[in-house]
């Protein structure tokens, strides 16, 4: 298997391979991503931050090519975060709640699986996909599911660790999200991919390009 | 009934999330659902009935009248209008 790209975004930028794409100025920082990626998909706006998260780092890897003359089926997906939904979820509740107003819309976000689901329709990735609950970022765990994917013959993985996670008083503590694509078929000259994901991830968050 | 439909178009730009769009943006009578128009789907719909209900308390009897109140802004003002 060869770590192929990787792309991480936070509140303090927007990275890919090694390098800062973007810095970010405000606390819309999503929004901002959005609008630096330049695409027209007006449903972004209706998705909650891990969608959207994912949405934009994917459309950031993208601009390499990296997903080029991929078939419908070649392509898998494998994300995972500590807490699930809980930053929709809370607003879910929030709308029953407090305004009286349960919103279908904010409650189709209610499970983190629709990060996956909102990149298949996106980019009509029709492969195998799941979104697993793990305590923290987990190269090993990431690998070994890689490792069964090959072994049913698959081509490609685009896995995510994509988190948006509260405080104790409800206010967000930490947003990230972490991409990386993995061609399961070819050989990785540079080393164990457990290492290297490891390595990338603490780098990305020490904001070290 | 003009004000009714800007407010109603304020009002579907808040409760869908279409930031990228203005009231102006959104004609009188124009499809608000499928390609040729906002490209809304099955759960704005569903934001639709939680608008009239939460703003002009009004509560959809037969939802399969839903197609024809929800076909754009016109028709949705004539609905509350007769309904409110």
């Known amino acids: ?209 | 009934m003009s004000n009714l439909k800007e407010t109603l178009k304020a009002q579907i730009i808040e409760q869908l999330s279409l930031e990228d769009l203005n009231p102006a943006d959104i004609q009188d009578d124009a499809p608000l659902f499928g390609g040729d128009g906002l490209g809304l789907d099955s759960i704005d719909a569903l934001e639709f009935i939680v608008l009239l209900e939460t703003h002009y308390g009004i509560r959809i009897a037969d939802p399969s009248q839903g197609r024809e109140i929800f076909y754009s802004v016109n028709t949705l003002a004539d609905y509350i209008e007769k309904n409110k």
């Open chain 1, 1 to 209: 298997m060869r770590l192929i790209g990787t792309c991480f975004l936070s509140a303090r930028g927007l990275m890919m391979d090694g390098k800062l794409i973007c810095q970010f100025s405000d606390e819309n920082w999503l929004k901002e991503a959005y609008g630096m990626l330049q695409v027209d998909y007006p449903k972004f706006y209706k998705m909650d931050n891990l969608s959207k998260m994912a949405f934009i780092c994917t459309e950031q890897l993208k601009t390499t090519g990296y997903f080029e003359n991929l078939s419908d089926e070649e392509m898998a997906l494998i994300f995972a975060n500590s807490c699930a939904s809980q930053h929709t979820d809370m607003k879910f509740i929030h709308s029953y709640t407090e305004q009286s107003n349960p919103s279908p819309s904010l409650f189709v976000y209610t499970l983190p699986n629709i990060v996956t689901g909102e990149l298949a329709i996106r980019n009509k990735w029709y492969g195998s996909n799941c979104f697993y609950i793990l305590p923290t970022f987990d190269a090993n765990f990431f690998v070994n599911k890689l490792q069964h994917l090959k072994e049913e013959d698959g081509n490609f993985c685009l896995c995510g660790w994509v988190e948006s996670k509260l405080d104790a008083t409800g206010v967000i503590e930490l947003e990230e999200s972490f991409l990386f694509l993995v061609s399961l078929n070819e050989i990785d000259k540079e080393g164990s991919l457990i290492n290297q994901l490891q390595e990338t991830l603490t780098d990305y968050r020490n904001f070290k390009i």
